[in-house]
Every structure is written in C-alpha cells, then in structure tokens.
Nanobody, 120 residues
Framework: QVQLVESGGGLVQAGGSLRLSCAAS?????????MGWYRQAPGNERELVAV???????SYGDSVKGRLTISRDVAKNTVSLQMNGLKPEDTAVYYC?????????????WGQGTAVTVSS
C-alpha cells in the first residue's frame, strides 16, 4: 500500500532552521500529480504550507512565504521542506501530502506527521 514517511521534525529555537523530508512508496512516480506539506497546530484547522505539482507549479501559504522552500525529486518520489527563520507560530504537526491520479479517480494520501516545536 501507499506510504508517506516524514522525517526531520524536532525542537528548535526561534530563528533556527529545520529541513523536513518525505518519501513516498507504493505509487508510480508518474501518477503523482502533486506533493507537499500541510500543518496543524493544536486547536487550529489544517492549513497549506507548500505544494509542488508535477507541472512545476508551486503554492505557498501566506504565512510562510519567504521563509520556507519546497523541493521535489520526482524520480525518487521525495519532497522536502527547508524551513528558515522559524517562529513560535510555526509550531505544529507537519503532514506530508500527495495527490495521485489513478485514471478513474483522484486520491489523497497523507503521512502520519512529524512534530515541529519552535521555542521563543
């Protein structure tokens, strides 16, 4: 079955950096329409962080533009998120995401999440 495995989360001081990585397995790389990251803080709705499509389009959440950069390796079925200038407001569980084209349907897959905590 499809699996998304995240890594790189942890505790960091404000202004610090982290790099999150996600590896997808059990899916044909050419069928993945997009991969990216969402996050959810306690008591908040899940929100977009960054998504990159197979056609090269990139979307960032307004709160992270200029600080976070997404990259994707299509051949390796991986996506990474370089996070710089982290703020306490970035504290959340970050979830890897992919949208897959199965010809007759589109399905979303989610990782289990990796926790990021930014201390003041």
């Amino acid at each position: 079955q499809v699996q998304l495995v995240e890594s790189g989360g942890g505790l960091v001081q404000a202004g610090g950096s982290l790099r999150l990585s996600c590896a997808a397995s059990g899916v044909i790389s050419s069928s993945i329409l997009s991969m990216g990251w969402y996050r959810q803080a306690p008591g908040n709705e899940r929100e977009l962080v960054a998504v990159r499509t197979s056609s090269g389009r990139t979307s960032y959440g307004d709160s992270v533009k200029g600080r976070l950069t997404i990259s994707r390796d299509v051949a390796k079925n991986t996506v990474s998120l370089q996070m710089n200038g982290l703020k306490p407001e970035d504290t959340a569980v970050y979830y890897c995401y992919e949208n897959v084209d199965y010809n007759v349907e589109y399905l979303e897959h989610w990782g289990q999440g990796t926790a990021v905590t930014v201390s003041s």
